[in-house]
């Protein structure tokens, strides 16, 4: 496991918090009834690439969401800007996956529970 700096997790942390923010407006409009969250973001050392891992609920339409996601990172790598031009010199660029976890865990649960 490597080891983040405390930049890195401060803007990584940053990230999450508008990425979430930007997403909820974007999903109002755009995948009603779906629900997307931020789990994890981790900045590389050197603040170039924000890899972003989104829960989709349900999640048999996440890859369809992430792909639509990932047609429009440029505009919300531009909304990510406006909102932390003040906090962060350089935009990092956005790279979007999905985070399986949940669905790992609750394939386990099945397992274990027969």
Same mark, same amino acid.
């Given at each position: /496991?490597?080891?983040? %700096?405390?930049?890195?997790? *401060? @803007? ?19 995948? %009603?009834?779906?629900? $997307? %969250?931020?789990?994890?973001?981790? @900045? ?24 639509? $996601? ?8 531009? =909304? /990510? ?9 350089? $935009? ?7 985070? =399986?976890?949940?669905?790992?865990? =609750? *394939?386990?649960? *099945?397992?274990?529970? %027969?």
């Amino acid at each position: /496991m490597e080891q983040y %700096s405390t930049r890195q997790n *401060k @803007v990584s942390r940053l990230i999450q918090r508008e990425m979430a923010d930007i997403l909820l407006k974007m999903n109002k409009s755009r995948y %009603s009834g779906k629900l $997307i %969250s931020v789990t994890v973001v981790r @900045v590389t050392k050197d603040m170039s690439i924000a890899r972003i891992y989104l829960s989709i609920f349900p999640s048999e339409f996440g890859q369809e969401i992430l792909e639509d $996601i990932r047609l429009h990172t440029k505009l919300l790598r531009g =909304d /990510m800007g406006r909102k932390l031009a003040k906090s962060i010199r350089v $935009i990092p660029d956005l790279e979007f996956y999905i985070d =399986d976890s949940l669905d790992y865990i =609750d *394939k386990i649960d *099945k397992l274990l529970d %027969s």
